[in-house]
Each structure stands twice: as structure tokens, then as C-alpha cells.
T-cell receptor, first 112, second 116 residues
Framework: GNSVTQMEGPVTLSEEAFLTINCTYT??????LFWYVQYPGEGLQLLLK?????DKGSNKGFEATYRKETTSFHLEKGSVQVSDSAVYFC???????????FGGGTRVLVKP | GAGVSQSPRYKVAKRGQDVALRCDPI?????LFWYQQALGQGPEFLTY????????KSGLPSDRFFAERPEGSVSTLKIQRTQQEDSAVYLC??????????????FGQGTRLTVV
């Protein structure tokens, strides 16, 4: 079956530091890949997505590239802000289905 | 703006009680999903509706869990004879089209269920 593995947190960074959150997946076929973010007190929000190999998703300074050869979709941001403090979830949706399979989430705390 | 609305936000139930959780999706959204999120974990799929039809209920953990969407809009997730292991946040999501990997799902804030 489908599965998503992401690095455990919490990840604590200083403002303007570089952020990487690793995500690898197992899936049949050619899934679409997503990063969702959950800010304190809010619901899950789509951050970015990629639907085929070598696609790069980007939003709000975050980027992730769909790497089929390594089955990975690592999230990166070059210079984090305090407002980026949140829980980040990597997820996939299989070609045939509608449901999302999520990783366990990574809590990121950015200190001023 | 009108996002996905869930009620109640918090629910405390005594073990053995029945509970009903409500989801109001974004108006006009065809697809509706329920997920269960245990503390410190990622959401796990429970069930999926396309309009009023329940097309996938493979994630429901037991026959104590039941979901419905009778008119293709509001959905209710019912849990009978609640157990402590049912304690979790229950998330509802909706999307505008019938599935498809490019369709963005919009999530509600969830209902936090605590069974004591």
C-alpha cells in the first residue's frame, strides 16, 4: 500500500536559517505529492504540490521537487521567518484514488 | 470567507456514549472526506463521498463508525459506543471536483473528541 515517511521533529531554527524537511514515499503507479501546513489553531492548508516526476512545487518561498528515482519530495526554504512556525505534513494521492496518505508531520519552531 | 465548517470543535464523551460530528463543506463541492488524526500523528483516511454516494469507506476502523451525506452537502460522522482509542481529532475536507489527483482538498479545523 501507499505510505509516506518524513523526518521527525521538532525542528528548531533561528530566523533566516535554511530549512529542509525530508519526505520519502512508497506508492504504486505515479502519485501526486503534496505538502500541507498546519499553523497553530488553524486547519490544514495546502502549501504546494507536484503532479509528475521532476515537477517543482513552490509557494511562499518554499520549494519541493518530485524525485521519482529517489521517491522523495523534500521541502526547503532558504530563509525562514517566525511566522513559518507550524506543523508540516507530506502527503500523496495515488493516480486512481482521491484520498490522501499523510506522513506523521514535522513540527518546526522558528525563534527570533 | 466560507470554508469547511465542523462542529462541535470539542467534544468530551463518556465511554460507551454515541457521538455525532458534523461537517459543512464548501458550497458546491462534490467530494467530501473524513480523516482521523491521533495526537502527534498524521491524518488517516476514514471515508469518501462523491455527492451523496459513499464510494470508499475502507478506512473506517470498525462497524461502530458510520458516515452519511444524505443530500450531497452536509455530512455526519457517527461513532457508536465510543472507546478511549477513538480519542482523536476528526477532520473533514472537501474538494470541488470528483476526485482526481490535481484537485485541492480544503480542510476544516476539526473536531477534537476526547473519550473519558
Amino acid at each position: 500500500g501507499n505510505s509516506v515517511t518524513q523526518m521527525e521533529g521538532p525542528v528548531t531554527l533561528s530566523e533566516e536559517a535554511f530549512l529542509t524537511i525530508n519526505c520519502t514515499y512508497t506508492a504504486t503507479g505515479y502519485p501526486s505529492l503534496f505538502w500541507y501546513v498546519q499553523y497553530p489553531g488553524e486547519g490544514l492548508q495546502l502549501l504546494l504540490k507536484a503532479t509528475k516526476a521532476d515537477d517543482k512545487g513552490s509557494n511562499k518561498g518554499f520549494e519541493a521537487t518530485y524525485r521519482k528515482e529517489t521517491t522523495s519530495f523534500h521541502l526547503e526554504k532558504g530563509s525562514v521567518q517566525v511566522s513559518d512556525s507550524a506543523v508540516y505534513f507530506c502527503a500523496l494521492s495515488s493516480t486512481a484514488g482521491n484520498k490522501l496518505t499523510f506522513g506523521g508531520g514535522t513540527r518546526v519552531l522558528v525563534k527570533p | 470567507g466560507a470554508g469547511v465548517s465542523q462542529s462541535p470543535r470539542y467534544k468530551v464523551a463518556k465511554r460507551g456514549q454515541d457521538v455525532a460530528l458534523r461537517c459543512d463543506p464548501i458550497s458546491g463541492h462534490v467530494s467530501l472526506f473524513w480523516y482521523q488524526q491521533a495526537l502527534g500523528q498524521g491524518p488517516e483516511f476514514l471515508t469518501y463521498f462523491q455527492n451523496e454516494a459513499q464510494l470508499d469507506k475502507s478506512g473506517l476502523p470498525s462497524d461502530r463508525f458510520f458516515a452519511e451525506r444524505p443530500e450531497g452537502s452536509v455530512s455526519t460522522l457517527k461513532i457508536q459506543r465510543t472507546q478511549q482509542e477513538d480519542s482523536a481529532v476528526y477532520l473533514c475536507a472537501s474538494s470541488v471536483r470528483q476526485g482526481g489527483t490535481n484537485t485541492e482538498a480544503f480542510f476544516g479545523q476539526g473536531t477534537r473528541l476526547t473519550v473519558v
